[in-house]
């Protein structure tokens, strides 16, 4: 069991704020990438980060704590918005790289996450959170995009009506217990839902 006492920091300088809690963010996403978060220790995020337990302890009081941090993180930096000329086409890269995703080691990460943190509501529904969230940012990026370029109406900028397609995807996998997601089904969520969806947005204004 890790131990927050504090440990003499070594390195020829002290790093403070920001850029300390960004080496340790980034020491987590690659040990919880390499262990998954059974392996996720606060000893080798320290010796990897350059720093000590104290140090982390007073930013995530848990390493549960840190791996919902880490695992945040791992999903923005992994999860980035395509730009294919079309919503279309961008819509379809999104959920082809997430659906590739959930069947690769990062579902792996997330069930370890899940199953560890679940004595603890916050932390849970801090997952919870951003397993649902499936990257709004990056799902608003791209209809944002759209709008600029004149395919929908700037009224389909909206979080829950962005995010749609990644939700019926994540239906799928809970609905059919399945693994992966043929790619004629998101095909059809793309062309049958998705689209239809964001085009319908204000399209009776004025």
Same mark, same amino acid.
């Given at each position: 069991?890790?131990?927050?006492?504090?440990?003499?920091?070594?390195?020829?300088?002290?790093?403070?704020?920001?850029?300390?809690?960004?080496?340790?963010?980034?020491?987590?996403?690659?040990?919880?990438?390499?262990?998954?978060?059974?392996?996720?220790?606060?000893?080798?995020?320290?010796?990897?980060?350059?720093?000590?337990?104290?140090?982390?302890?007073?930013?995530?009081?848990?390493?549960?704590?840190? $791996?919902?941090?880490?695992?945040?993180?791992?999903?923005?930096?992994?999860? =980035?918005?395509?730009?294919?000329?079309?919503?279309?086409?961008?819509?379809?890269?999104?959920?082809?790289?997430?659906?590739?995703?959930?069947?690769?080691?990062?579902?792996?990460?997330? =069930?370890?996450?899940?199953? $560890?943190?679940?004595?603890?509501?916050?932390?849970?529904?801090?997952?919870?959170?951003?397993?649902?969230?499936?990257?709004? $940012?990056?799902?608003?990026?791209?209809?944002?995009?759209?709008?600029?370029?004149?395919?929908?109406?700037?009224?389909?900028?909206?979080?829950?009506?962005?995010?749609?397609?990644?939700?019926?995807?994540?239906?799928?996998?809970?609905?059919?217990?399945?693994?992966?997601?043929?790619? $004629?089904?998101?095909?059809?969520?793309?062309?049958?839902?998705?689209?239809?969806?964001?085009?319908?947005?204000?399209?009776?204004?004025?």
């Amino acid at each position: 069991m890790d131990d927050p006492t504090p440990e003499p920091s070594s390195g020829p300088s002290r790093r403070r704020g920001a850029v300390l809690e960004e080496a340790i963010l980034r020491a987590a996403v690659e040990e919880l990438t390499e262990s998954g978060y059974a392996g996720l220790s606060m000893d080798r995020v320290a010796r990897r980060a350059g720093t000590n337990k104290n140090a982390i302890y007073r930013r995530w009081p848990s390493r549960a704590a840190l $791996g919902v941090a880490a695992y945040r993180r791992l999903a923005e930096v992994e999860l =980035r918005p395509p730009d294919t000329g079309e919503l279309r086409g961008d819509v379809l890269a999104l959920l082809r790289q997430i659906n590739c995703d959930l069947s690769s080691s990062r579902s792996d990460i997330l =069930r370890g996450l899940l199953a $560890g943190v679940g004595d603890d509501p916050e932390l849970l529904t801090q997952l919870r959170e951003q397993i649902n969230q499936g990257g709004a $940012g990056v799902w608003l990026t791209v209809l944002g995009r759209a709008v600029a370029r004149g395919e929908v109406r700037p009224e389909a900028l909206h979080p829950r009506v962005a995010t749609v397609a990644v939700t019926l995807l994540r239906n799928e996998y809970v609905t059919q217990g399945i693994t992966s997601v043929t790619d $004629g089904v998101l095909v059809e969520i793309v062309d049958e839902v998705y689209l239809p969806l964001v085009r319908a947005r204000g399209s009776t204004a004025g």
